[in-house]
Nanobody, 127 residues
Framework: QLQFVESGGGLVQPGGSLRLSCAASGFTLDSYTIGWFRQAPGKDHEGVSCSSSGGGSTAYADSVKGRFTISRDSAKNTVWLQMNSLKPEDTGVYYC????????????????????WGQGTQVTVSS
């Protein structure tokens, strides 16, 4: 069973920053492609960013390019999503997701490519 947990969400003012983490236990997160998704109230899941296994390839939604950065910390078995210059439209529940094939070298922000999902962490951007 591939288990991982998101954390780091919270309430932040527009223009502020948050760093989300996706921490795994019992397996090596570096061996898997990871995606970050978000869901605003009343809307479908939106792909935000991804990192291929080993971190060789990353991708971002146009709406977050230049503001969000995905990175890996092998020592902590964690994937980070640094979110800067946050806007009210970034509000939503953020999910970490994992592609089930180990060492998959691709990276997409399409929901259909992910097999395992965390429980989500709430991000609220409001003054």
């Amino acid at each position: 069973q591939l288990q991982f947990v998101e954390s780091g969400g919270g309430l932040v003012q527009p223009g502020g920053s948050l760093r989300l983490s996706c921490a795994a236990s019992g397996f090596t997160l570096d061996s898997y492609t990871i995606g970050w998704f978000r869901q605003a109230p009343g809307k479908d899941h939106e792909g935000v960013s991804c990192s291929s296994s080993g971190g060789g390839s990353t991708a971002y939604a146009d709406s977050v390019k230049g503001r969000f950065t995905i990175s890996r910390d092998s020592a902590k078995n964690t994937v980070w999503l640094q979110m800067n210059s946050l806007k009210p439209e970034d509000t939503g529940v953020y999910y970490c997701a994992l592609h089930g094939t180990r060492l998959w070298s691709f990276c997409t922000i399409q929901r259909r490519d992910y097999d395992y999902w965390g429980q989500g962490t709430q991000v609220t951007v409001s003054s």
